[in-house]
């Protein structure tokens, strides 16, 4: 049994990710909402304690985590939003996290692991100012470090890349399995490769490239995760869905067309986004979902675009829709509000990525520093009982 805290927990899809064989120590989140969300579905949830990061003390936090997992908001970093970067108020919540990190080390409780996520925003604030500054406090804190980006569309029908920095305590031995000497193209793109190479030589010393395995092909789309009847979302009337085929320029109405002369069902996701001064609504029918975002407007709610042959019929995408997008079981309860359940999904994470990280990269980790540990004290031991008689006589 490992033991995490879950920063910024939103809904709780970290621990969701990591699943059985971790514990959860202990979590926050400043959002009424999302406490809620995450009280529904976790029956013990005495752990959460729903307040501003800012709040909290070292002796908040119980015990010895072998991981602490931060999402902090990606707002000032996400190329959607004012990039302020972490200096901004919401993704500054960073440096209040990485006190309580520096805290626990100075109490000799530094977790084995400490991992970041973020938008792929991140590598490139502030001119990658904003990565330097998150890599230079692993590197002080004594942590060897590296980021991989995941898309979530290896293994769910959304796209959503996302930014993994995942720190190794220095006195944690690493397996040579999980660990690559140089980068791979998948996991490393060339925003990362970028970023290390602009490092000094010593954080440079401190980072790794970590190997993680291509997952098998998907084989899951997007139509299979509409519902036929879906709760509480109305479908357009045919004058709505007309309105947004007007708001498509001819590449995007050409895509329905296409979509209409396969002659089988067909299932598209689509936004209205703002093109020189105008609004425009762009779908895609390659069987994946745009990435979720959280309802901040009406254009940042995905609309689905239903095409069977000359039937086209549209509506927002339902909240029971959106959490299978985000790999969540059905029997995850989500908020009765529409944009309360679209806001929670829209800022989580992708289920299934977090489990390929534990799996592959958290969990050989720990396991290999325990096996370490146990023989070391067997070592000890038998080296000791060796001895037994000397001291008797």
Known sequence: MFDF????????MARTGLAQGWRCLFANDVDEKKAAAYQANFSDASELTVCD???LRVDDLPGVADLAWASFPCQDLSLAGQRGGLDA???????????LMQGLMSESRAPSLIVLENVCGALTSHDGQDFMAIAEAFTEAGYYFGAVVVDAVYFLPQSRPRLFIIGVRADMPIPAEIKSPTPHALWHPTAVRQRVAQFSSIVRHHWIWWRLPVPPTRIITFADMIESEPQNINW???????RLLNLMSEINRAKVSMAQATGRLMVGGMYK?????????EVRFDDVAGCLRTPSGGSSRQTILIVEGADIRSRLLSPREAARLMGLPESYRLPEKYNDAYHLIGDGLAVPVIRHLAKNIFEPLLFYSQLLNTARIRSASQSFAEHIPAYIS
Do not use: C, D, I, K
Request: proline share 5%.
């Open 236 to 242: 357009h009337t045919p004058e709505e869905t007309h």
């Open 273 to 281: 986004r703002t093109r020189n001064g105008m609004q425009r609504a």
């Open 5 to 12: 805290y879950e920063f910024f927990a939103g809904g709780g």
């Open 89 to 99: 108020e919401r993704s500054g919540a960073f440096w209040p996290f990485w006190r």
């Open 53 to 55: 990061v800012a709040l």
